[in-house]
C-alpha cells in the first residue's frame, strides 16, 4: 500500500521531479560536500514551497539517481534535513517533507485577493491599477507591460504588424497564449500569498461565465478571492486619452475611429458581480472612487 500511494505521489509530481532531473553532481558547488549540497537544495525546494508539507520524497535510489550520487550520499543528505526538522522516516521506508511554516506563508486566505481591472482600451485600466497598488501595496500586474515584447516579436513571426491588435492572427493566434501567460503569473503570485492587481482588458473573458466561473474556482482552490472591478469611460474621453498616450499599438483604432466604435459595446458589463469605476472627463478622480471597491485593507485605509 505505502509503494502504491509514493507511485501516486511521485506521478503527479512529476513536473518537479523532471526539474530535479536535470540537476546532477556537475551543476553542484564543490567547496560544500556533496551531502550539504544536495541538503540545501532540496531545503530551497521545501522553503520556497515546490516541495509541499507532508508530501512523499522519492526513494533514497530514485533521489540517487536523479542526483547522479551513490545511495549513501543520499542519505547523510536526508540526515541533515531530519536534523533541521524538514523532513521525517514514516515506516522506515517513506520520508515526507515536514513544513507546516511554509505551507501557511504559501498561501494566506485573509489577504490573498485577485482584483481584475478590465476596460476597453483608454479607459484607464492601468491608471486605476497603479493606483490601487500604490494604495494596497500589493502587485501590479498589466498586460501590455509583461506580454508586448513578446506579443510584437510574435506577430511579426506570423506574417503580421507589431502592432495588429484586430486580425484573426492576434485574436486566434495571439491573444489566447496572451492572457494564459498573463493567469499564470497572477496564479504564481497567489501560490505565494501575494495579492494582486491585474490589468487588462479581459472583454472576451467577461463575456464568458463558463471563464469566470472556471477562474473563480481556480482561485478558491487556493484560497483566494477575485474581484471584477469595470472601468467605464465614454467615447470622448478614451479618444482624447488614446492620442494623448501616442502609442502605437492604438494607430489603427485612431485611424479607423467610427468603425472602432462600432466593432464595440460601450455599455457592456462582465457577466458576474462587479464593481464599475467611472473614469470620464466628468468623473470623480480614481483615488476618490476607488473606496468603492471591497478592499477590505484598502477600506480601513481609506477611513483613516
Not at 478590465?118 to 492601468?126: D, E, H, I, L, V
Request: glycine share 4%; hydrophobic share 40%; with cysteine.
Amino acid at each position: 500500500m505505502i509503494d502504491i500511494q509514493s507511485s501516486v505521489i511521485i506521478r503527479l509530481n512529476d513536473i518537479q521531479e523532471r526539474q530535479r532531473r536535470c540537476m546532477n553532481a556537475h551543476e553542484l558547488d564543490r567547496p560544500l560536500p556533496l551531502t550539504t549540497q544536495i541538503a540545501n537544495k532540496i531545503r530551497n525546494e521545501i522553503t520556497s514551497g515546490l516541495l509541499k508539507d507532508g508530501q512523499v520524497l522519492p526513494s533514497t535510489r530514485e533521489l540517487a539517481d536523479q542526483w547522479d550520487v551513490s545511495s549513501y550520499t543520499i542519505s547523510e543528505a536526508m540526515k541533515h534535513l531530519e536534523t533541521d526538522g524538514l523532513v521525517a522516516t514514516k515506516n522506515r521506508s517513506m520520508r515526507l517533507v515536514v513544513a507546516p511554516a511554509v505551507a501557511m506563508e504559501t498561501i494566506k486566505p485573509s489577504t490573498a485577493t485577485v482584483v481584475l481591472v478590465a476596460g476597453f482600451a483608454g479607459s484607464g485600466k492601468s491608471q486605476l491599477g497603479r493606483i490601487l497598488s500604490r494604495r494596497t501595496g500589493w502587485a501590479v500586474i498589466d498586460k501590455d507591460t509583461i506580454t508586448r515584447p513578446v506579443v510584437e516579436r510574435a506577430l511579426i513571426a506570423l506574417g503580421s504588424t507589431p502592432n495588429d491588435r484586430e486580425s484573426k492572427t492576434y485574436v486566434n493566434e495571439v491573444r489566447p497564449r496572451e492572457y494564459e501567460a498573463l493567469l499564470d503569473a497572477v496564479t504564481e503570485n497567489v501560490e505565494c500569498g501575494v495579492s494582486v492587481i491585474v490589468a487588462a482588458p479581459f472583454i472576451h473573458e467577461l463575456s464568458s461565465t463558463v471563464w469566470i466561473e472556471r477562474t473563480k474556482l481556480t482561485l478558491d482552490d487556493l484560497n483566494a478571492r477575485m474581484i471584477i472591478v469595470w472601468v467605464d469611460c465614454d467615447a470622448k474621453t478614451t479618444l482624447r486619452y488614446l492620442k494623448r498616450r501616442g502609442a502605437e499599438r492604438d494607430e489603427f483604432k485612431l485611424a479607423n475611429w467610427d468603425d472602432y466604435l462600432e466593432s464595440i459595446d460601450l455599455d457592456f458589463r462582465p457577466k458576474a458581480d462587479h464593481v464599475v469605476i467611472h473614469n470620464s472627463a466628468g468623473s470623480e478622480p480614481l483615488e476618490k472612487q476607488i473606496s468603492n471597491i471591497p478592499i477590505q485593507p484598502f477600506e480601513d485605509a481609506v477611513s483613516n
